[in-house]
C-alpha cells in the first residue's frame, strides 16, 4: 500500500503542478501564452501522461471524486478510499507548494492572482454565480466519471481508456474554465487554495461537494446504462481506474 499511496502522491503532484503551473506560468506569457487552450489541454497531458505512468501501480486516479465515485460504482474497495484521498490531497499540497516556489521568483509576483484557485461569484474568471458553478462541476464532474467507467469497462477498446480520460478532461476544462476555472477534482483546488487562503478557503467547501456528488452521479448513470461489466481488476498501464486493483 505504501508504494500504491506514493504512486497516487507523485501523480496529483504532476497533475497540479502541470495543470496549475500551466495557468500560472505559461497562460498569459507575452506574444506566446498558451491561452485557455493550453492550460486545458495541459491537465488533460498530465492525466493522459501518469495513466501510462502509474495506472498499473494505484490506477491514477489523482482525484478524492473519482475514487469515492469508483467505491460507489463497484470498482474500488471502499476501504481503500481514505489512504487514496489522503496521498492526492498531500500531493496536490506539494504541486502547489513547488509552483509557489517558481512563481514566486518573479518580480512582482503576488498571490492575489489566485495561483489557479478555484472560485465562484467575484472570483469566477467570468464572474458567474454560486448557482452555475455548483452545476458546472456537478455535470461535468459526472460526466468525468461516465468516460471512466465507460472507457475502462472490459467491452471497451483495449489500450484507448488513457486516451478517452486525458482528452475529456481537456473537453471538460474548455467548458469549466471561465466559470470556476474548473476543478472537478477537490484534491486539484485545495493544493492552491492552501497558499492563498482567504477566500480561496473560504469558498474551498463547494469545490469538494459539488465534485464529489457529480462523481457520485456519474456512477450511478454509467450503473444504469453500463449494467454488465465483468471487469475484475486494472490492466497494468491501460486501465486508469482499477477495479479492486489494490491489494492489502
Given at each position: 500500500m505504501g508504494k500504491i499511496v506514493a504512486a497516487e502522491l507523485l501523480g496529483t503532484f504532476w497533475l497540479v503542478f502541470g495543470g496549475c503551473g500551466s495557468a500560472v506560468l505559461a497562460a498569459a506569457f507575452p506574444n506566446v501564452g498558451i491561452g485557455l487552450l493550453g492550460v486545458s489541454l495541459a491537465f488533460g497531458l498530465?492525466?493522459?501522461?501518469?495513466?501510462?505512468?502509474?495506472g498499473h501501480i494505484s490506477?491514477?486516479?489523482?482525484?478524492?471524486?473519482?475514487s469515492i465515485g469508483l467505491a460507489v460504482a463497484g470498482r474500488f474497495k471502499a476501504a481503500h478510499v481514505l489512504p487514496y484521498v489522503a496521498a492526492q490531497v498531500a500531493g496536490a499540497v506539494l504541486g502547489a507548494g513547488v509552483l509557489y516556489v517558481i512563481a514566486s521568483g518573479q518580480p512582482g509576483f503576488s498571490l492575489a492572482g489566485g495561483l489557479a484557485s478555484n472560485g465562484y461569484a467575484e472570483h469566477s474568471p467570468g464572474g458567474y454565480s454560486l448557482a452555475a458553478g455548483i452545476t458546472s462541476e456537478i455535470v461535468l464532474t459526472m460526466m468525468f466519471l461516465f468516460i471512466i467507467l465507460g472507457s475502462t469497462d472490459d467491452r471497451a477498446p483495449r489500450g484507448f481508456a488513457p486516451l478517452a480520460i486525458g482528452l475529456g478532461l481537456t473537453l471538460i476544462h474548455l467548458i469549466g474554465i471561465p466559470v470556476t476555472n474548473l476543478s472537478v477534482n477537490p484534491a486539484r483546488s485545495t493544493g492552491p487554495a492552501v497558499f492563498v487562503g482567504g477566500w480561496a478557503l473560504a469558498q474551498l467547501w463547494m469545490f469538494w461537494v459539488a465534485p464529489i456528488a457529480g462523481a457520485v452521479l456519474g456512477a450511478l448513470a454509467y450503473g444504469a446504462v453500463g449494467?454488465?461489466?465483468t471487469a475484475t481488476e486494472v490492466e497494468p498501464g491501460l486501465r486508469p481506474a482499477p477495479v479492486d486493483a489494490v491489494k492489502s
Open positions: 498530465t492525466v493522459l501522461t501518469m495513466a501510462y505512468t502509474i490506477g491514477c486516479h489523482l482525484n478524492p471524486a473519482v449494467a454488465g461489466s
